[in-house]
């Protein structure tokens, strides 16, 4: 492969951005892209009131907080 046609793959892969497709994909990007968007959404979530995890199975997990106020009474 050429150095010309490498920079080419190299740039449309960088230039790729999460798509809802990318869970059912199975190249390394898609699996990435999916990763990274689950994590990010799984801490953007932590600050909420009541937050839960998605988890694999379709189950949500709930993030308990620490030193709340029912564990101080």
């Known amino acids: ?7 080419n793959e190299s740039s449309e892969i960088a230039g ?17 892209l999916a990763t990274t968007h689950e994590q990010v959404s799984d801490t953007y979530a932590e600050g909420e009131i009541k937050a839960v995890i998605d988890d694999v ?7 308990k ?8 009474k």
């Open 16 to 32: 790729r951005i999460y798509d809802v497709s990318d869970y059912k994909r199975e190249d390394a990007v898609s699996s990435g």
């Open 57 to 63: 199975n379709g189950k949500d997990i709930e993030i």
């Open 1 to 7: 492969m050429d150095s010309k046609q490498s920079k």
């Open 65 to 72: 907080k620490e030193g709340t106020e029912e564990e101080r």
